[in-house]
């Protein structure tokens, strides 16, 4: 069974800081990992995938991978309010057409 | 239209009724993907279509049965559900099947079962 696990939350975080989003997940032939943002009421969208151990920057956002500790993050730096939303850590085994394994996803909200 | 669409967006049926709820891709891709997101729970994969076969049915009832007629579509018929199956259901694409593409996802149908 494979599991993606993720603090729930609420994260609160005062506006301009940074916030830091963890995940695990237990199989270890994972190979693709990605980190959606999920409004209220509404699909989730993409916001990084990441495919190698080490960081990956796009803009105000990083995401960090460690595959021998079976660990990636999701770095916000200067938080806006509109940030404020559920992240959801979603993790893929590859090897043929496959869904992906969500966690239950962090809710994260930006004090003004 | 781009990207990926949805219809309907809402949509309440009785325990007896039948109903289908459609997904269209307007992105070239070759997979299609349902998953049903409850309240409380991770979104869960339901069925996976590469190049319009059914590569995986994760043990979903059979009162859910998906139809793929083209690369393009994607279809979830619904009959005689349960109050249980209330929750937003959402379809999403991938450009292949090798499972490490970014899959994208329609704006989902919110589902309510009286």
């Known amino acids: 069974q494979k599991e993606v696990e993720q603090n729930s939350g609420p994260l609160s975080v005062p506006e301009g800081a940074i916030a830091s989003l963890n995940c695990t997940y237990s199989?270890?032939?994972?190979?693709?990992f990605f980190w959606y943002r999920q409004y209220s009421g509404k699909s989730p969208e993409l916001i990084m995938s990441?495919?190698?151990?080490g960081d990956k920057e796009d803009g105000r956002f990083t995401a960090q991978l460690n595959k021998a500790s079976q660990y990636v993050s999701l770095l916000i730096r200067d938080s806006q309010p509109s940030d404020s939303a559920t992240y959801l850590c979603?993790?893929?085994?590859?090897?043929?057409?496959?869904?992906?394994?969500f966690g239950k996803g962090t809710h994260l909200i930006i004090q003004p | 239209e781009t990207g990926v669409t949805q219809t309907p967006r809402h949509l309440v049926m009785g325990m007896t009724n039948k109903k289908s709820l459609k997904c269209e891709q307007h992105?070239?891709?070759?997979?299609m993907y349902w998953y049903k997101q409850s309240a409380k729970k991770p979104l869960e994969l339901m069925f996976v279509?590469?190049?319009?076969?059914?590569?995986e049915n994760n043990s979903v009832p059979s009162r859910f049965s998906p139809e793929c007629p083209n690369s393009s579509h994607l279809f979830l018929h619904l009959h005689t559900l349960q109050p249980e199956d209330s929750a937003l259901y959402l379809c999403?694409?991938?450009?292949?099947?090798?499972?490490?593409?970014?899959?994208?996802f329609g704006p989902g149908t919110r589902l309510l079962v009286l």
């Open positions: 999403a694409s991938s450009q292949d099947d090798r499972g490490l593409e970014t899959q994208y």
């Open positions: 199989d270890r032939g994972s190979q693709s």
């Open positions: 990441i495919y190698s151990n």
């Open positions: 979603a993790v893929n085994s590859g090897g043929g057409a496959d869904g992906l394994t």
């Open positions: 992105l070239g891709h070759n997979a």
């Open positions: 279509y590469s190049l319009e076969e059914r590569v």
